[in-house]
């Protein structure tokens, strides 16, 4: 059974920096696209960033771009999130989504696979 495992949150000052981690129980060839989503209290999970796993290629979105960083390690199976400058409005938890099946990058029902989830604090 397939199992990405966040790690990562935590709770930083506005401009500060975190490195979020998804490890995935299986190869990540195994599927075309990872990517990273998140959700705040009250609103609908967004998609932030995504990788294409064989090209390496990758997509932002506009509230994130120049800020963060979607990377990928092959041989440690896991994909990550560098965030820099985050701000108040980046609170959420996040999570991590593998297998892309269908519709747009940020369109969450697409995904076959999620992550449980890491909660990300930034205070003003």
């Known amino acids: 059974q397939v199992q990405l495992v966040e790690s990562g949150g935590g709770s930083v000052q506005a ?3 975190l490195r979020l981690s998804c490890a995935a129980s299986g190869y990540l060839y195994a599927w075309n696209f990872m ?3 998140r959700q705040a209290p009250g609103k ?3 998609g ?3 990788i294409y796993i064989r090209g390496g290629s990758t997509t932002y979105a506009d509230s994130v771009k120049g800020r963060f960083t979607i ?3 092959t041989a440690k199976n896991t994909v990550y999130l ?20 269908h519709g747009r990058w940020d ?8 992550g449980q989830g890491t909660q ?4 003003s």
Do not use: H, I
Request: proline letters at 2%; aromatic letters at 14%; hydrophobic letters at 35%.
């Open 120 to 123: 990300v604090t930034v205070s």
């Open 15 to 17: 401009g500060g920096s």
């Open 107 to 114: 369109d969450a029902t697409g995904y076959n696979y999620w």
């Open 35 to 37: 990517g990273w989503f």
């Open 48 to 50: 932030v960033a995504v």
């Open 82 to 101: 560098q965030m820099n400058s985050l701000k108040p409005e980046d609170t959420a938890m996040y999570y991590c989504a593998a297998d892309l099946r």
């Open 44 to 46: 609908e999970r967004e």
């Open 71 to 73: 990377s990928q390690d």
